[in-house]
């Protein structure tokens, strides 16, 4: 599951690191720490912005009940242990969890941890004015009570079979009743001091904040593990760009920890000659694919039809088009040009955690161009005079759209290509991420509305359950006028078999079982070509050889264990 | 002249509202989402609450005029309270920016200093060293100075400063390891070491601005040079005994500087845009960077109130502009 690419530097470190070095070393003892995230962190209060950059630096100071280790294996945090069905803090019923916290933990201010805390934070998020951006995770509870000073009591709508979605994760940590119970609703964006140096139980506090610009940060005095955290001050700087950002870690030694490293493989490979960090790559479920529309995404039928249901797609519908599409993609190639160490070839939905990935479709990986070419001619595609295939007068030719972007726009041309050698003619387009990604109902060009026959984009999913990932993609999903275009299911995909699998799913608490059925709706999914999964992209990120103890996390924040982190002394 | 410059100010004002208006417009049609850069796993429905509660639900107008109030009023008073310490900060909404939800006068506050620093000195040095090339390429024309003068200048003016930064960058920080290659803003001057450390991180992008304004200004002030060299009250000076260096400094170059001056102040607003890509190289968070960064985001209140602030001080500078064009060539007078 781990692939650190040359990682060496901090492996040799921890492995030669005796002991008794490690039992030494105190609070405080490596001084400090330069961390740079070249797009820079907005805001400290992660529950009001939503971007991975502010999760992370919030995850320094706000913690969840558990969280998810490397392995996406679940770990107590705040709490004492994880609640289960044999340890009974699970119901039978699957209905409720108890959660108990540790004994004896403090805010950084000094005051007690409460249940009362944990209660409050999921007031605060699910306030109906507030505009929480987790919101989702505290969905389909019914309440949230403190049976005692330490008990927490989730009770659930429903049966329930994965219950740790609440107080689970760095996008759900618990947050101080005191401090911000007067920022509730619609005032939460007003409490700008608060939402800039929250209190925390985490290892560190925010000393100085500015928006977009730096982050200072001082240890807690108030950290439950007495010898940690080892770095006495952190300074976590914002802006720049990318390149600059590699630069300052792998040539200059002016940071010691860069995040975010979107950069052409052969630019980080020249960086990475300058010998003094490592690149840490890490992969989760973030997969760039093309997705396939399903409806006629035609100009000539009227706004409210087009691209929906009503309307299959003249092309598209037949599975032996969308078969001969993927034939032709060279995955190796499309990796290694576009992301090389960063990236995987994929062939699944699903491509992550690796215990749920299906080993059923590898043969994507090998194009073939005859077949492709057989299958177009069996369905009725016959070669025109100019290269392109022509049925019944009309020509072979899709409209291909993704976001701006300089590994999008080369993976289009590549593609092009491609599907040129076949007799496919594929007219390309890309938009602005600001628009394409945007949710506006009134734009045209939003990825929801794919007025486009094929488009390009990555997409993930939260935690270590693929369940609401897969749900995505029921029918009656979809982006449509009655939803004011909203809903996942971008391809207008739509099976009977599939929903009832995924019900199915949805019911079943063996994990064992869980796992077969998520495999077997991966590979329905794959095997209709619905949509053509293409790269499988890694968390990247890159630290100095003289930082240890960083252990790569795709599943939860990468600072997870800023604690743990320290300086090897030389 | 006084009347003059008072009638222009008049004009001035609707200019300013009338650019208000089209500022907030543009940016309001504009079809950016400010959820679009959030990940994918936020669902649709939080996206929408999130919009909501940005307060894009009411109408455009009142948006409008509630900006354009706390942009005039409130923001200009909470920013004097915060620098004076009186007590004169207005109750009530202030424009928040979206990425950040904090007031957006904040944070211009706590970009400026940066701004004017890096990309003031780099305009200074700049002037400081176009003149004098601009006097000797004009005075020497043809000569090997001119040659090299015309030469630099147009290097500097034509390769962008996204290649000379990381030009710098490579030779000065990966190289010698002499300039650091990011610009620390939490860094405060103290005692003469942490003044040399300001001077060090400084250096290269003050530098690579100096550069290209020096390139730009120089070439403006050699020809303005020319055309004055060949007048007939210079053929009169010297004919008078005049020495050299009185015909030249005192009488040509007083007459050249008319035109230069006046392009000197109407770039002194591009100081305080920043130089966008400069600032981002260098990561020197000033406010073309907090710019930037606010139009990748779709943080319209941070880009609408930016904007305008550039256009005040674009036809400020203008205006000033026209008033020395006056007071230094009395010919040019409008009264």
């Known amino acids: 599951m781990k692939t650190k690419i040359a990682l060496l530097g901090t492996a040799a470190a921890i492995v030669l690191a005796p002991a008794s070095a490690m039992a030494e070393r105190e609070r405080g003892s490596s001084g400090h720490l330069n961390i740079i995230y070249w797009q820079a962190v907005s805001t400290m209060n992660s529950y009001l912005s939503g971007g991975t950059k502010e999760m992370n630096a919030a995850s320094v100071v706000w913690e969840p009940l558990a969280r998810f280790d490397d392995q996406g294996e679940l770990v107590a945090w705040l709490a004492e242990e994880i609640p289960t069905l044999e340890n009974g803090g699970v ?43 987790y919101r989702d995770r505290y969905a389909g509870i019914e309440s949230v009570e403190a049976v005692d000073d330490r008990t927490i009591l989730i009770t659930f709508e429903d049966a329930t079979p994965n219950p740790y979605i609440p107080f689970v994760g760095a996008g759900a940590p618990v947050i101080q009743q005191a401090q911000f119970q007067d920022c509730m609703g619609a005032r939460a964006p007003e409490c700008t001091d608060e939402n800039f140096a929250p209190i925390g139980t985490g290892p560190y506090m925010v000393e100085n904040f500015r928006p977009n610009d730096v982050i200072e940060f001082v ?12 770095f006495e001050t952190i300074t976590w700087a914002g802006g ?27 630019v980080i490979e020249q960086m990475e000659g300058g010998g003094m960090g490592t690149l840490l790559v890490d992969f989760g479920p973030l997969m760039e694919r093309i997705e396939i529309n399903f409806t006629d995404p035609s100009p000539d039928l009227p706004e409210g039809e087009r691209a929906t249901r009503m309307h299959p797609h003249p092309i598209l519908s037949d599975i032996r088009v969308r078969e001969a599409l993927s034939l032709a993609i060279d995955r190796e190639l499309l990796t290694e040009i576009g992301y090389g160490p960063t990236g995987r070839p994929a062939c699944n939905f699903i491509v992550a955690p690796p215990a749920m990935v299906s080993p059923n479709n590898d043969d994507c990986l090998v194009p073939d161009k005859d077949r ?12 025109g005079s100019d290269g392109i295939r022509v049925k019944d007068g009309e020509r072979l030719e899709l409209l291909f759209q993704t976001s701006t972007n300089a590994v999008r726009q080369d993976f289009q041309a590549i593609i092009q290509q491609d599907w040129r050698d076949i007799g496919v003619d594929t007219r390309l387009r890309n938009i602005d991420a600001g628009v394409f990604f945007g949710s506006d109902p009134g734009s045209p060009d939003t990825y929801l509305k794919f007025y486009a026959d094929v488009q390009m984009y990555a997409s993930l999913f939260e935690g270590t359950d693929p369940t609401p990932h897969l749900e995505q993609r029921r029918c009656g999903r979809e982006p449509q006028p009655s939803t004011q275009w909203q809903g996942q299911n971008i391809n207008r995909y739509c099976n009977e078999e599939y929903d009832a699998l995924w019900a199915e799913l949805n019911r079943e608490p063996d994990p064992e079982r869980r796992q077969e059925l998520v495999i077997a709706l991966n590979d329905m999914f794959v095997q209709d070509f619905a949509h053509l999964p293409l790269v499988a992209r890694g968390r990247v990120s890159a630290a100095a050889n003289t930082v240890g103890g960083i252990v790569m996390n795709v599943w939860d924040s990468e600072h997870w264990n800023q604690a743990e982190w320290y300086r090897i002394e030389e | 002249m006084l009347s003059y410059t008072l009638r222009r100010l008049a004009f001035a004002v609707p200019t300013v509202l009338v650019i208000s208006l089209i500022v907030f417009l543009m940016l309001d049609m504009a079809p950016g989402d400010p959820t679009a850069s959030l990940p994918l796993t936020i669902p649709l429905e939080v996206r929408e609450q999130i919009r909501i509660s940005l307060g894009l639900g009411e109408p455009v107008l009142v948006r409008y005029f509630k900006w354009l109030q706390m942009t005039l009023v409130t923001e200009p008073l909470h920013v004097l309270a915060g620098l004076t310490g009186w007590d004169i900060a207005p109750d009530g909404p202030r424009i928040l920016s979206w990425q950040t939800r904090s007031p957006v006068g904040d944070i211009i506050v706590q970009r400026v200093p940066q701004t004017l620093w890096v990309v003031g000195l780099g305009y200074l040095f700049g002037i400081l060293i ?27 003016f034509s390769v962008p400063t996204f290649f000379t930064g990381v030009v710098f960058i490579l030779v000065f920080s990966v190289w010698l390891g002499w300039l650091p290659s990011m610009y620390d803003t939490t860094h405060v001057v103290r005692d003469w070491s942490s003044f040399v450390f300001q001077v060090k991180q400084i250096a290269m992008p003050v530098a690579v601005l100096a550069l290209f304004n020096a390139s730009q200004i120089s070439r403006f002030m050699r020809a303005s040079m020319l055309d004055n060299l060949n007048q007939d009250y210079v053929r009169t000076a010297r004919a008078k005994g005049l020495g050299e260096q009185t015909v030249v400094l005192l009488h040509v170059l007083r007459n050249s500087m008319i035109p230069v001056v006046t392009v000197i102040a109407i770039g002194i607003p591009t100081v305080f ?47 000033i502009a026209d008033v020395l064009y006056g007071i230094l060539d009395p010919r040019i007078r409008y009264d």
């Not at chain 1, 240890?219 to 080892?230: E, I, S």
């Not at chain 1, 030694?253 to 979107?262: F, K």
């Open chain 1, 91 to 133: 119901s039978e019923d699957l209905t409720t969890i108890t959660w108990v916290l540790k004994e004896g933990l403090l805010w950084s201010d000094g005051t007690d941890v409460t249940a009362e805390d944990v209660v409050f934070t999921y007031e605060y998020c699910t306030h109906p004015e507030g505009g929480c951006s």
């Open chain 1, 219 to 230: 240890m807690n005095p108030n950290y439950r593990v007495p010898t940690q955290p080892y």
């Open chain 1, 240 to 266: 720049g760009d990318a390149t600059g950002a590699a630069r300052a870690v792998f040539q200059t030694g002016e940071m010691d920890y860069a995040w975010n490293l979107q950069l052409a493989p052969e």
């Open chain 1, 372 to 383: 492709a070419n057989a299958l177009l001619e069996e369905a009725g595609w016959e070669m």
């Open chain 2, 130 to 156: 176009a003149v004098p090339i601009g006097v000797i390429s004009a005075y020497r024309q043809y000569s090997w100075f001119d040659q090299v003068g015309t030469f630099v200048s147009m290097v500097g």
């Open chain 2, 273 to 319: 845009t920043g130089a966008i890509i400069t600032e981002q190289i260098f990561r020197v968070n000033g406010l073309g960077d907090a710019l930037i960064r606010a139009i990748y985001v779709s943080d319209w209140p941070m880009v609408q109130t930016i904007t305008f602030i550039f256009a005040i001080l674009i036809v400020l500078f203008n205006l």
